[in-house]
């Protein structure tokens, strides 16, 4: 049993590593682009977000209409799920193993007792 439960805590660690190396990238590619403040309210439309926040209040604080919002959020979601392809495919042996992988690092993450808030570690 302890066996197991250790084999559970190395999956979950590997699967926040995989995360935080991903949202650290893309938080490094907004602040080279300058928008470091764009990064930190978009953030926490990424899946895991601690504190969500809502749509009106984001797209105040850019200044822009909520359909521009929705529209920088979902290039940021596909931004991140590129870079967590990424660093998978940094762990695997052969291409063809990323998408399982991913869906373990999924079913990782979805379970009971897990949360995402060493994820959230810059906010």
């Known amino acids: 049993m302890l066996f197991r439960s ?26 080279g682009d300058g ?21 009106e209040d984001a797209a105040a604080r850019l200044r822009i209409g909520i359909p521009a919002l929705k529209s920088e959020i979902h290039r940021m979601r596909q ?17 063809h193993e990323i998408e399982e992988e991913m869906e373990y690092l999924r079913k990782v993450l979805m379970e009971p007792g897990n949360d995402l808030e060493s994820t959230q570690r810059a906010s």
């Open 79 to 95: 931004r991140f799920r590129a870079l967590v392809r990424e660093e998978i495919g940094g762990t695997v042996s052969a291409p």
């Open 6 to 31: 250790e084999a559970a805590s190395f999956d979950r660690e590997w699967a926040l590593v995989v995360l935080e190396n991903s949202l650290a990238r893309v938080q490094e590619e907004y602040v």
């Open 35 to 55: 928008r470091a403040e764009t990064f930190a309210i978009l953030r926490h439309f990424l899946p895991g977000a601690i504190r969500p926040m809502a749509y």
